[in-house]
């Protein structure tokens, strides 16, 4: 195949650099970064570009928990989230053993399970469904004498359930992502780049150099919208009608402290999603941060960073008295997940790809949730597979850009300047 050649401009005198791929993917999050290795691996000549950082925004600011959906049945029955990754939490452990459809041997675990606990006001309604026969392998209940040192204390008066669930270390996952295919992931920053509409509704993308005679325009069968966010720019700059995006905003506590025991889990409250989530995430100091979501992050969307702390605070001393927090250090970050539209904005339950009409070879793709990164892939390589776009085998072609880094975490960038 012929990689590139030289371009006119239809714009201008001067002359781009233009090349061919199979597929080219934009964004370098989970999601494209998961659909580059399973192109890859199939033999697609395919290449993704990111604007900042690989995993920057919502990806590296994900708790990391690999889940199989019970805290999406906390109403007391499985919902149509829960059923679509159920199987997610054994999918991923494949891949980081080195036997699934992407290879993780190189990514890190942070605990290979996690946490269901109650307070006692609501321990019946919820041992109840847990119990039943639906979910029996995937929860077990805590004996007292088994409980982890953070409940193991006389205040605590609720039930605990373990998960047959994970939580892994996000930068790690994109790490080893990213090394797999090293050579197929660029830097392009999103002011360089513009669509190039064909009559027929094809596009082609436009990268500008400082120097004009530096330019590039690559044509790609088909391009692959996994920027998160930024897929409703991207989707509205060429001209898409369909799908359209919806965004749900949180807002998560950060908590550094001294207290020795880490902890993985949700906090089962009135509501059908978890009062509060908690994870536990090392610092390169040694120590490490509570990261704490659930319904505490969406509540408190649209508060001040003093009142969702000030929440934050109350609830941790409401659920766990016992932990001496007193030393701590409290920080915020803002998110918004990107999703497909739903009907009343309700929150999807499967990720989602779809062709972006009226264009005819850009498909728009959201995991919706960072456990069905997989599934994602999976429904993008259907959709190739449903308009014939083949393998081609080819070799990366040689693009004069430069390599992305690896986004920090947000509490790596919250206490970065603590002196220790």
């Not at 499985?78 to 041997?105: K, Q, Y």
């Not at 088994?146 to 669930?165: N, Q, T, W």
């Not at 998110?335 to 779809?354: C, H, K, V, W």
């Amino acid at each position: 195949m012929l990689y590139y050649n030289l371009y006119t401009c239809f714009e201008g005198e001067f002359l781009a650099h233009q090349y061919s791929v199979d597929i080219l993917i934009i964004g370098g999050g989970i999601a494209g970064l998961w659909i580059l290795n399973r192109l890859c691996k199939r033999g697609y000549n395919a290449i993704l570009i990111e604007n900042s950082a690989l995993g920057s925004f919502q990806t590296c600011a994900s708790q990391g928990m690999i889940h199989g959906g019970i805290k999406y049945s906390l109403g007391g029955a499985f919902t149509g989230a829960s059923e679509a990754i159920a199987d997610m939490p054994n999918h991923w452990r494949a891949c980081l053993r080195g036997d699934g459809d992407v290879d993780l041997r190189e990514a890190a675990i942070l605990s290979d399970h996690f946490y269901l606990w109650s307070t006692a006001s609501i321990t019946s309604r919820l041992g109840g469904f847990l119990a039943s026969k639906m979910t029996r392998g995937r929860v077990e209940k805590v004996a007292r004498q088994e409980l982890p040192p953070i409940f193991a204390h006389p205040h605590f008066h609720g039930s605990l359930y373990r998960l047959v669930d994970m939580v892994v270390d996000t930068p790690s996952v994109i790490k080893a992502l990213a090394a797999n295919y090293r050579n197929r992931i660029f830097a392009v920053d999103r002011h360089q780049w513009r669509w190039l509409p064909e009559a027929d509704g094809r596009q082609r993308l436009h990268i500008s150099a400082d120097n004009p005679q530096d330019d590039l325009v690559i044509d790609a069968q088909a391009f692959v919208l996994a920027a998160g966010r930024g897929n409703g720019d991207l989707l509205a700059a060429a001209g898409a009608a369909s799908p359209q995006m919806q965004l749900r905003p949180l807002q998560q506590v950060m908590v550094k402290h001294s207290y020795p025991h880490r902890f993985f889990g949700h906090c089962v409250g009135a509501d059908k999603t978890p009062r509060l989530s908690i994870s536990s995430h090392p610092l390169g100091d040694g120590s490490q941060v509570w990261y704490l979501g659930g319904n505490l992050a969406e509540k408190g969307a649209n508060q001040s960073a003093h009142q969702v702390i000030g929440h934050a605070k109350q609830e941790l001393a409401a659920l766990m008295p016992w932990v001496d927090l007193s030393d701590a250090r409290w920080a915020t970050i803002h998110i918004e997940r990107a999703e497909p539209r739903q009907l009343n904005l309700m929150r999807p339950d499967n990720a989602f790809a779809a062709w972006a009409s009226p264009t005819t070879n850009i498909i728009a793709a959201w995991p919706t949730k960072l456990t069905l990164a997989p599934d994602l892939a999976r429904q993008v390589e259907n959709l190739l597979d449903g308009k014939g776009i083949a393998p081609s085998g080819g070799a990366c072609p040689p693009l004069p850009l430069q390599p992305p880094k690896i986004s920090a975490t947000p509490w790596a960038e919250a206490f970065s300047d603590d002196k220790q």
